[in-house]
């Protein structure tokens, strides 16, 4: 055989080589893709559980604090019962942040696209509305920490 015909045969197996490899390159890049999506739904998955938790836990604390003045409706607190109601509350208001936060992490991701807008839209604009409209400790003031669920609140209200 002539050198022609090995370079022809070196140059078909290198590129026979070469889509062998990208072949493999596309797979893992197919694979990656894929874990990275499930990766994604599962940090959305956690953060929609989260705000649950805290939703809930609000709900909670919020029943307990009016049962606790329930019982001074017919008579008045002393100081040190002021106090612990004080105290009470502060622990309201930490649980409604901190239910805050995680809202406002989820209304990130719909920003982003991260998330469907139109799934999140059905399952949680009430609560977002809600949320929103009947704040009563001015989170949702000028300059607010939570400018996501502001911007989506704006957005759908539109809508």
């Known amino acids: 055989m002539c050198m022609q015909t090995w370079t022809m045969i070196g140059g078909l197996l290198a590129g026979i080589g070469g889509i062998g490899t990208a072949i493999i390159?596309?797979?893992q890049l197919s694979n990656l893709n894929k874990s990275l999506t499930a990766s994604n739904?599962?940090?959305?998955?956690?953060?929609?559980?989260?705000?649950?938790?805290?939703?809930?836990?609000?709900?909670e604390i919020r029943k307990e604090n009016e049962q606790l003045l329930f019982k001074y409706k017919?008579?008045?607190?002393?100081?040190?019962?002021?106090?612990?109601?004080?105290?009470?509350?502060?622990?309201?208001k930490e649980a409604y942040e901190n239910y805050l936060n995680v809202f406002d992490r989820l209304c990130y991701f719909v920003l982003k696209k991260k998330l469907d807008e139109e799934?999140?839209?059905?399952?949680?604009?009430?609560?977002?509305?809600?949320?929103?409209?009947?704040?009563?400790?001015?989170?949702?003031?000028?300059?607010?920490?939570?400018?996501?669920?502001?911007?989506?609140?704006?957005?759908?209200?539109?809508k």
């Open 119 to 158: 799934h999140f839209r059905l399952e949680y604009r009430d609560m977002l509305f809600k949320t929103v409209q009947e704040d009563k400790e001015g989170a949702f003031n000028t300059g607010t920490k939570f400018r996501n669920m502001e911007k989506l609140f704006n957005q759908w209200k539109e």
């Open 41 to 59: 739904l599962m940090t959305i998955f956690e953060i929609e559980f989260e705000l649950n938790r805290r939703k809930e836990r609000l709900s």
């Open 25 to 27: 390159a596309w797979y």
């Open 74 to 92: 017919s008579k008045k607190p002393s100081d040190e019962e002021k106090e612990i109601l004080k105290s009470l509350d502060g622990h309201r």
